[in-house]
Every structure is written in structure tokens, then in C-alpha cells.
């Protein structure tokens, strides 16, 4: 299951920028936050996407939504100009960003890539 994020949540479970100047993984497992809104036509088609690729990888990373009309400020803190966009975030090393409705073969070729081959 995704879960929504709230500014409070996010903070806990990913990256309190409110206390770190520099960039720290709070997860306990690879993370996917899709930045996203709900007027938003190519975020509807990555919703259900990301709803399957979080089952497919169950234990292996978290799958995060963060709606950008409700926390503007998390937008803002990633510079958010366009949605969806996607942040893969490593357990270690800095997150990588990628912008627009990717189709699930290559969601699927990022996560292996950016947040499961480094755990191997």
C-alpha cells in the first residue's frame, strides 16, 4: 500500500530538513515518494502504478505519496515545478529525481536500479 504523507509524516519517516542542512535518510527501507496532486491527469495514471509496484515489492521499499496541493511547502522544499514527479531515495547516498508518468516497466528498471542494486 502507498502511503500519504504529510508534512509531520515525512518529516519522521524520510528527511527532517527542519533539523539537517544536509541530506539523511530516516527510512528503514528504500523509498519511492511520488509528488503529486489530485487534478492532475498523467499523476492518475502513475497512481495505480505505484499502488501494484508497491505490492510487487512488499518489504523491499516504501512507496510514498505527497499531494503538492496540500503540503506546498514539501513541493517547495524539492523544488517541485511539474507532476508528477518521482524521488527515488537510496538508503544511502543522495535521492535522484525523475519527472512525468513513467510506464511501470521503467518504474520498475529505477527502483532496481537506484534503490535495490545498491543493497546487494
Known amino acids: 500500500m502507498t502511503e500519504n504523507l504529510t508534512k509531520q509524516t515525512f518529516l519522521e519517516k524520510v528527511f527532517n530538513y527542519e533539523t539537517?542542512?544536509?541530506?539523511?535518510?530516516?527510512?528503514?527501507?528504500?523509498?519511492?515518494?511520488?509528488?503529486?496532486?489530485?487534478?492532475?491527469?498523467?499523476?492518475?495514471?502513475?497512481?495505480?502504478?505505484?499502488?501494484?509496484?508497491?505490492?510487487?515489492?512488499?518489504?523491499?521499499?516504501?512507496v510514498y505519496k505527497v499531494n503538492t496541493d496540500e503540503e506546498q511547502e514539501l513541493g517547495g522544499v524539492f523544488g517541485i515545478r511539474s507532476i508528477p514527479s518521482l524521488l527515488f531515495v537510496p538508503m544511502e547516498g543522495q535521492p535522484k529525481m525523475a519527472v512525468g508518468a513513467l510506464p511501470k516497466e521503467s518504474l520498475k528498471q529505477a527502483i532496481d536500479k537506484e534503490l535495490l542494486t545498491a543493497l546487494s
Not at 539523511?24 to 497512481?47: H, Q, R, S, T
Open 20 to 62: 539537517n542542512q544536509d541530506w539523511k535518510y530516516e527510512g528503514d527501507l528504500p523509498a519511492v515518494i511520488d509528488f503529486w496532486a489530485p487534478w492532475c491527469g498523467p499523476c492518475k495514471m502513475v497512481g495505480p502504478i505505484l499502488e501494484e509496484l508497491s505490492e510487487e515489492y512488499k518489504g523491499k521499499i516504501n
